[in-house]
């Protein structure tokens, strides 16, 4: 049996850098292993968004911008809009009846980001969050989810209510989805925290040559201990070499590796370079994510068109459950 792959991004801002090497070069390698769907996932970015929706479709058409110039392709792929495909709302009720309160509220991302946050998360979907991604992904019976680590409790939290539903209802209605992790590292920030836009450390895909020269040559954070030029450097503590891991040719890495640790390179040469390396990742990216958002309403028939597709495959899940429930069918 073909795999059913299904992930999803929240159009909650751009695209940066993370966002690319991260998830989208995982999705498009995974589209063609099986049957992909691509969610933009407007509903989970209300939980954050709910004062200012107006973003929320501006940034939906930006997103699939990106998921397009990353390569993922809707021949191969269905790309669509979670709001559009209302039956994901109908399972996260039915699953929200049996799901105890306690396993949502010790999911460590909800204390945390609850913490953190800019905006008021006390709300009921909030907590909910992470029961609609499982709804996301079971109205599928998805079985790979390309995520990030940071996903990995909403994944486990998707299988216990799985098996909690199959159980319940003594029908195999939904299979196990499993996470499936990148192989690349994760992206530093540009100050070696994680890369986050709330932390303001970000490079985007968006960003012009200019910009990205400019972040990595005055923002990038070098070995703290290297004050002087003469002195030697350790690029294993330096996030400035993890991009070039990430990002330059080896020959370039093996240079920095060796030349730093004499102080036979500076670091502002060293972060010039990967700016450079950066540039050529990201300026093709950027002209085809611009190219794309020209043509708006070619990215809505893309939307439109998955939407319909993704729809009738959930529409023949909530069949199934609605008969395991003993829903009525009048
Ligand atoms: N929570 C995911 C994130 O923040 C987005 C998401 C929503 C998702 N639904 C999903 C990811 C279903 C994978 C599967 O990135
Ligand atoms: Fe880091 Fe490069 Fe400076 Fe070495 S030369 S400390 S790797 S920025």
Partial sequence: MQPRILSGIQPSGSQHIGHL????DNFTHLQGQGEAFYMIADWHALT???????????????LTATYLAAGLDPQKAT??????????????????MVTPLSWLERVPTYKEKLQNAVADLGSYGFLGYPLLQTADIIIYKANRVPVGEDQLFHLELAREVVRRFNFLYQREVFPEPEAVLTKT???????GR????SYGNC?????SNADILEKCTRQMASDPARLRKTDPGNPDICPVFEFHKLFSDDATVELVNTECRRAGIGCFDCKKRVAEAMIRRIEPVREKIEAHLAQPQAIEA???????????????TMADVRDAMRMPTL
């Avoid at 590292?185 to 100050?191: A, C, E, F, Q, T």
């Fill in 21 to 24: 090497v991260g998830a989208l």
């Fill in 48 to 62: 954050s968004k709910y004062e200012s929706v107006a973003e929320v479709w501006p940034a939906t058409l930006e």
């Fill in 79 to 96: 790309l669509f809009v979670q709001s559009l495909v209302k039956e994901h709302a109908e399972l996260h009720l039915l699953l929200s």
């Fill in 185 to 191: 590292p994760k992206v530093p920030g540009l100050d």
């Fill in 194 to 197: 994680k890369m986050s836009k």
């Fill in 203 to 207: 490079i985007y895909l968006r960003d």
């Fill in 302 to 316: 893309v939307l439109r068109e998955g939407s319909a597709r993704a729809r009738a495959v959930a529409a023949e």
